[in-house]
Structures are given as C-alpha cells and as structure tokens.
C-alpha cells in the first residue's frame, strides 16, 4: 500500500497566519510531544512514524510549499511536486504516475489519498491501513473512509451508504450519494440514515487510475506528464473521478477526528490560549492570542475573541465569525510577508519604489547553524546584506570568504553567490530592481559540498 498526503493549495482562512505559501498545515500552534510547538503536517508525520508508515508516504505538493516541507519535515519525506497548480484531479495524476514510472509501484497496489492535516488520534491512521482489504473483498473502484458524526453539523460534507436493511455493524457499505454541506435539520435527518462525514480520505488500485490517464489520452510516464502537466484540466477530483464512478464503498471510523479550517476550530486544539508576546486579563474568555510580531499585544477585558499578528496583517475577530475571512480576502494579492523556508526564514520589514522607480525590499533573514542557500544569482536586482549576528562563509563568483556580526556585503545583478552559517546567521538584506520577483533566483547548485567543489576558485578562503 502507497500513502500519498496531498499537500498542494494555499489557503486564508487562517490569515494573517496564513499566505500563500504558508498554509494552516505548517503553522505551529498545536502542543507537540516534547511541549514544543508543532503544525499540522509534523504533527501528521510523526503520527505515520508512530504507526509504521512513514515509509509508504509521498506528500504532493506544490513549488511554493516544498521550501517549507523540508524546513519543517526535513529531506527524509518524499516529494511530487507540481509544476503548478491545476487542482486535485491533475494533483492525484501526477502522483500516480510518479508512484508508477518512478517509484515502480505495481499496478495492483492501492493507493491511499490522505489531507496532509487531519486533528486525529493514531487509531485513525490503522483505520487506513484497512483499505485495502476493503478495495480486495468489494471490488469497488474506491473505498472511502467516513468520520461517524458526533452532532449533525453544517460544517462538514456526507456520505449517505445505501440502506442494507440489517442494524448489524459492517465493515463496509456501498455509497448511495454524498451532501456538500447541509443545514442542521438536514444532516440530523441524513444521521438518522447512517450517514458520515466525509473527512476526504480515499483509496484506489493504481490501474484504476493508470487506466483512465490512458482513456483520457494523457501521459502515464512521469517525465512526460510534467512536460504536458499545463494542459491537464483543471477540474478536481470529485468531478472528474468520483461523480462518474460507479461502485464505490465507505468504511466508518468512529474515532477522534476534526477539520482545523478556520480560528474557531483551531483554537480548540490548542494548549495555552498565547503564543508570541502578550498578556491577557484574567477576565478576558475563551479568547486566544497568536503574536508572531516582535512587540507585545495586551488584550483587556473581551471574550469569544482571536487576535493574530503577523507581518502580513492584524486579525481581531470574534471566533463565530472567523470564517468569513477567506471570502474578505478572495481578491488579495498581497506579496507574503514572512516565510519558513529550507535554511531557516525571513519577514519582510519594509517595500517601498524609490525616486528612480526601482522596488526596494528589506528583509529580515535568519538561517539556521549548518544551513546554506543555494549558489544562485539575479538578473533584476542588486542587493546589499549586512551582517547583524552570528558567523558563516560566503561565496561570490567563487570567491570564499569568512562573514562576521557588521560586516556588510554588496553583490550586484549577475553576481553568483552564496552563504552557509555555521553559528545561526542573521542579515539585513536590502533589494533593489525593477522586479524583485522569485522567479529571479538563478539556481546554480544547492548543496554546499558541491558548491565547494565546483564554484569556488581552488577552495581558498580569505
């Protein structure tokens, strides 16, 4: 059995946690083992280690989250990345495929799609393992799994199993239809006819899906499929997939289970009502601070609230209407101000165009002891770091040199570079261009015994 955790959007609804690149799934806000922070996506790791199968899991991802897939998980997990996003059904092939041409997985093998941040309990987890033996004894082309509901809410979608006319408990029953959302009378009506909530974990044997890339004309070889990945359809999974399937089977789970999509659930979850700089009085209730800024946040006296700071915005809001944020914010664009990345992160402190109409960003930027970034240069802009702590080596055009707390270095457009800190490493870096843009990073190499090897000049250092 393969395990893939599909990990590819981005997401608002817990802004201003959360951008574009920082979805709720890498946010750390929930109690770990060790009493440290965790997110959602180590907390789901740790879980698979803890039940044997962190071995048989790809994550799916998109470009702008493998950064923080490996700062968080580090490089152990394995990746499928789309070129772009084209949501879950071209997600869901891309995946299959690699498991095929790539992994070698075997046509009879299931295959296992999971959201990479589920609140569960490990129980959860053993139900998956189930799946398979599922898809074997039905022959469905999907087996499902389904939370059984503890209240009929509007919050979540249903999967209503056909009647089979027995009460006794089976462990699996065929999927009559599925409702998005209903209103409390409704769901409490569809509870009534066993229904569960869906918790969007299915399974699959590869042929099936390998098949119909094949009916579908579409490539089953993973290189392939990434050469001609822009011209896959956008459509998800559900309508291309599940609405045109015609034997397709639910397993109820009746473990823990929630879905951490906006302020209101999330703060359920978790241990202390702040995180950050803050104090609350002591007749402040069921109100929970997230400060991610370097000042302090004082909240007096207001209950049912969630104050968030961050430096990509302010959020205050009662918790019951915490969920409208993502429909505020449909038609942002704004540029994300802080990011988790490989070798640490950064936050942006200012961006202003100055008198020559040049965009000018200020960045502040910590990378973690041993850590280096790529050996990279720009086309589109000059930049200027100064060194406010810490000790590292630095490379410019092959030329290795120590780095020192005030040092200040200027590398122009053009100028292949790069940095590794051997205590943690803090700079001020100041960019100047006319478009300062990702897309403007020129990868060279990134490992730095590479770099070392092929770009500097006879490895001598001054």
């Not at 092939?93 to 309990?121: I, R």
């Not at 869906?198 to 094949?214: D, Q, R």
């Not at 639910?250 to 241990?271: H, Q, R």
Request: net charge negative; with cysteine; glycine share 6%.
């Amino acid at each position: 059995m393969r395990i893939v955790l599909l990990s590819g959007g981005s997401g608002k609804r817990l802004w201003p946690l959360s951008n574009d690149t920082r979805s709720k799934q890498f946010l750390k806000v929930l109690e770990g083992e060790d009493g440290q922070t965790e997110s959602m996506v180590q907390r789901v790791w740790r879980q698979l280690k803890h039940t044997g199968l962190s071995g048989q899991a790809t994550i799916a991802t998109s470009k702008p989250q493998v950064e923080i897939l490996r700062s968080q998980l580090g490089y152990e997990v394995d990746l499928v990345v789309e070129p772009e996003r084209r949501d879950t059904f071209p997600a869901i092939a891309l995946a299959a495929v690699y498991l095929y041409s790539v992994q070698g997985a075997s046509l009879n093998e299931t295959v296992v799609m999971l959201p990479v941040d589920p609140y569960v309990e490990e129980s959860f987890f053993y139900k998956v393992t189930e799946l398979e033996g599922v898809l074997d004894e039905s022959g469905a082309e999907l087996a499902l799994i389904g939370v059984k509901p503890t209240h009929p809410s509007e919050k979540y979608g249903y999967i209503i199993p056909e009647q089979s006319g027995t009460k006794q408990q089976q462990r699996y029953a065929k999927v009559s239809r599925f409702q998005e959302k209903p209103r409390e009378a409704e769901a409490a009506e569809m509870i009534e006819q066993s229904a569960l909530w869906n918790c969007g974990v299915f399974a699959f044997k590869l042929n099936y899906l390998i098949n119909l890339l094949i009916s579908l004309e579409l490539p089953i070889q993973y290189e392939e499929m990434l050469k001609q990945y822009s011209r896959l359809q956008k459509i998800s999974f559900d309508y291309q997939v599940v609405e045109k399937a015609r034997h397709i089977v639910v397993t109820p789970y009746e473990g823990y289970w929630k879905d951490l999509g906006t302020w209101n659930t999330l703060t359920d979850e978790m241990s202390t009502n702040i995180v950050g700089k803050g104090v609350m009085t002591n007749s402040t209730v069921n109100t929970h601070l997230i400060n991610e800024l370097n000042i302090p946040v004082c909240v007096l006296g207001v209950s049912n609230l969630i104050v968030a700071t961050s430096p990509d915005g302010i959020l205050v809001s009662e918790k019951e209407a915490s969920s409208q944020i993502k429909e505020l914010l449909k038609d942002s664009a704004e540029r994300p101000m802080y990011e988790e990345r490989r070798w640490g992160c950064y936050k942006v402190l200012d961006y202003t165009r100055n008198a020559k109409g040049e965009e000018v960003l200020t960045k502040r930027i910590i990378i973690e002891p041993n850590k280096n970034f790529s050996y990279q240069y720009h086309l589109k802009r000059n930049e200027v770091w100064t060194v406010v702590s810490g000790q590292g080596k630095f490379i410019m055009d092959g030329d290795l040199r120590a780095l020192h707390q005030g040092d200040v270095i200027v590398i122009p457009a053009g100028g292949k570079h790069s940095v590794k800190a051997l205590t943690e490493l803090e700079i001020i870096e100041v960019q100047m261009g006319s478009e300062l843009v990702e897309e403007d990073i020129v990868r060279i190499e990134m490992e730095w015994d590479n770099i070392l090897q092929n770009c500097v000049n006879g490895g001598k250092t001054r």
